[in-house]
């Protein structure tokens, strides 16, 4: 996956300070990237075996996770329009449907009893959910700096891996 941040027009700090908003996308993409993997890793570790339907389930989260530098590129290059900032952040609403998806899968197809920790609550799941919609709504009403603040509070509320996982290595 590649992302990217546009080289500035001009040389002076002013061409180069109006980066900004494009290094805090980068930035919270990154970061958004890494707590997927993170968490994903976590999930796959519990699973004794896998079957077709697990497997699928993962290659359709991780192809919309592919899709994420694309959306990232073009709400920057936009300088945020509201429409590639709709489809930035939707494209973590449908990443984390995904993730949601696959996990179930996980619990319904697993022959792991490790799995049976996912039962446990799922406020962090919803709360991620409702973030998203509303980081969606808005961009939808061209306010993406909202929809970015949106997103970092969904950021700082995965940082710390799944702890319905965590508990079964401590």
Known sequence: MVMQISVPEGGALRDLLSLI????????????????WNNHHHLTQIVAQVNGKV?????FFLFLLSLLPLATN??????????PVIVYASSYLLCTIA?????????????????????DSHRKEWATVILHIVS?????????Q?????????AMIWVIPELRIEKMYN
């Open 55 to 59: 497997l699928w389930s993962n290659l």
């Open 21 to 36: 908003p494009g290094i805090v996308c980068y930035a919270i993409s990154l970061f958004m990237i890494a707590i997927y």
């Open 136 to 144: 969606v709504a808005f961009a939808a009403f061209h306010l993406w």
């Open 146 to 154: 909202l929809a970015f603040v949106s997103m970092g509070v969904i």
């Open 99 to 119: 993730y949601l998806g696959l996990e179930k899968t996980l619990m319904k197809e697993s022959i792991s009893e490790n799995v049976s920790a996912l039962n």
């Open 74 to 83: 073009w709400a920057q290059k936009t300088k945020f329009e509201y429409i």
